[in-house]
């Protein structure tokens, strides 16, 4: 069969995404006068802000007589479900690595995942146009890698290829004067390297759906590859649920991939990546037979939440000023509608609440979903993340993860005694020209408001990685709180640099001159461990007597300011972060002074008994 499918999987921002540009562009998937965005696969909003894949995403490309449908999957370990699910849809794999950083986490987590599933690989050096790369020790990092995850000879044997995908420039050659401006030998290499499908065109009808997507006029769609026979509009088909029962539906509509455009189809055959829509639950792992036929595939697996937070309505003073979607059934729609898609997300009611519990695979998965929520018009407010513990055998397990640092010497001390206070274990160090690479095993808690600390003590010279590893027994002193307290304000007003002036000497700010804030709003982190109350929209008193000394004008230092994701880090178990279209805010969850001086006055008493 002329079909090729295949994936593209790399660690974070090692140009997957740029280099399904340079393939689209010179494939003639565009007209000559259509402008076409940088990394045009990151349709969202924020993949495009960020410069990162969040969800997987479907091309199909034609070159001499052959079809290639390629799949963009995401390099951050938070996604990395969908990379799993993809595995199972493509007969081969082009593995990306970065001429410079050579292999890192996420790099040995995807082709290890490529390499159970039998997949053949392509192996892609790209950015081999920077001035620090050293492209021979990255090819022995990449065979090193291979030995590690048990690769056999035939794995060994893949092909490799020299590519600038920013600059548009390939090559099967190192040398960097052999690079041209095609990338035909890309092409060329994928027919003849990754085998044709394994289908059966004649039998009757096979589909597994590995993703889902979603559309408001469509509702939930599947995503997967025919596997048997053929699939025809408005034909009535069986699904086999993962359950073992089964359903019939009609198929609505056939949706297959020219370029990035979606193409609706009559009908569709083996060896074809499609969407399928027509059943309204349709679920990851299900399979579509022909009408009242059972013939299932194996379930494809689905990790399971490992991080959890609540959701709930803003109920600050300053609730429904910015936003418009402020209701308790307005959130419930919409997370219901962020399950439809995302399979590795799951929410529930708290009971004799208006909150709701949402788990998801990592704090970057539920602030991504956060940070959406909140450009489409919600206001609500959300608690600090926490692990999500399993119980086997009446004994508590919580989540443990590898974690990976390459940071430059200096800064050495610093991230062991970090790690240190986080309850996690030194497993190897290796010294590098570019620094030193340590491997961790750490609580997942312990990982929790890591990131912001991490960007302090490197400077922002450092890189992080971790992946799920396992569960341990679990450790209730795992988990990291803030060392500091914070100030918190008094009552609702305009902060005036008249109060802001005597505060600055108590903490450090995060609030400037004129901003508003309410009771039990926190405007500055102390500089001790407790809590301290005070007021920030206190005038100065006028009077008509002329003062003694001249009033000085008051100079304040710049405000820390907070991303989504940094206020959710340096969140303590009693804040909630207010998040409107316009504003994010960290507050106390009872916002009440006097009534929050008795809670932490009982809570000190129960530690003492």
Not at 285 to 300: A, R
Not at 562 to 584: G, H, Q
């Amino acid at each position: 069969m002329k079909i090729r499918n295949i994936a593209i999987i790399a660690h974070v921002d090692h140009g997957k995404t740029t280099l399904v540009d340079q393939l689209l562009k010179q494939s003639e998937s565009f007209r000559e006068n259509e402008e076409v965005e940088k990394r045009v696969m990151d349709s969202n909003d924020l993949e495009k802000e960020r410069g990162m894949t969040i969800l997987a995403k479907t091309t199909a490309i034609n070159f001499d007589d052959y079809r290639i449908n390629i799949v963009d999957t995401p390099g951050h370990a938070d996604f990395s479900g969908e990379v799993e699910r993809i595995m199972h849809v493509v007969d081969g794999v082009l593995l990306v690595v970065d001429a410079a950083e050579g292999t890192m986490p996420q790099t040995r987590f995807v082709l290890q995942k490529a390499l159970l599933s039998k997949l053949k690989p392509v192996v892609i050096i790209n950015k081999v146009d920077r001035r620090d790369a050293r492209i021979k020790e990255v090819i022995d990092e990449v065979y090193e890698l291979f030995i590690e995850l048990g690769a056999n000879e035939e794995d060994l044997d893949f092909p490799i290829l020299y590519l600038s995908a920013l600059k548009g420039t390939a090559s099967s050659d190192s040398d960097p004067e052999t690079q041209t401006t095609d990338m035909s030998c890309v092409f060329k290499t994928i027919i003849e390297t990754i085998p044709a499908p394994k289908v059966s065109p004649q039998e009757n009808l096979q589909l597994q759906i590995a993703l889902l997507d979603y559309n408001d006029y469509l509702g939930r769609m599947g995503i997967g590859l025919i596997t048997k026979g053929t699939i025809n509009l408005n034909e009535m088909v069986t699904c086999i649920r993962n359950d073992g029962s089964k359903k019939n539906f009609r198929v609505m509509k056939i949706i297959a991939y020219n370029g990035i455009r979606q193409v609706e189809l009559k009908s569709a055959s083996a060896g074809d990546i499609v969407l399928i829509a027509g059943l309204a639950d349709i679920s990851v792992g299900e399979t579509i037979n022909k009408l009242n036929e059972h013939d299932p595939l194996p379930p494809i697996a689905i990790n399971e939440p490992t991080m959890q937070m609540t959701f709930g309505p803003n109920t600050s003073p300053f609730a429904g000023e910015d936003g418009k979607l402020l209701t308790v059934r307005k959130i419930e729609e919409r997370l219901l509608k962020e399950a439809e898609r995302d399979v590795s997300l799951k929410f529930s009611r708290l009971e004799a609440s208006e909150s709701f519990l949402v788990s998801g695979r990592g704090e970057l998965h539920l602030g991504i979903l956060i940070e959406n929520m909140r450009r489409e018009g919600f206001e609500l407010q959300v608690s600090k993340p926490e692990v999500i513990l399993k119980e086997i055998a009446g004994i508590k397990y919580e989540p443990y993860e590898k974690l990976y640092i390459s940071v430059p010497e200096e800064y050495l001390g610093n991230i062991m005694e970090a790690i240190g206070q986080r309850s996690g274990e030194l497993l190897s160090m290796d010294n590098t020209q570019r620094g030193v690479n340590l491997y961790f095993i750490i609580p997942s808690q312990g990982l929790i408001g890591f990131t912001s600390d991490f960007m302090t003590l490197t400077k922002g010279y450092g890189i992080t990685s971790h992946n799920f590893f396992e569960y341990r027994p679990y450790k209730k002193k795992s988990a990291y709180r803030r060392p500091y307290g914070v100030l918190v304000a008094l009552d609702t007003g305009k902060a005036t640099a008249y109060c802001l002036g005597s505060l600055e000497e108590r903490g450090v700010l995060f609030i400037e001159p004129g901003c508003r804030v309410y009771e039990g709003m926190v405007i500055g982190e102390c500089n001790r461990v407790d809590d301290l109350a005070v007021n920030a929209a206190k005038q100065k008193a006028l009077t008509n007597m002329r003062a003694a000394g001249k009033d000085a004008t008051v100079t304040l230092k710049s405000p820390r300011t907070f991303s989504l994701e940094a206020s959710l880090d340096y969140l303590n178990e009693d804040e909630l972060v207010e998040v409107t279209p316009k504003a994010i805010r960290i507050r106390k969850k009872v916002l009440n002074t006097n009534e929050r001086k008795k809670i932490d006055s009982q809570r000190k008493w129960q530690m003492e008994e």
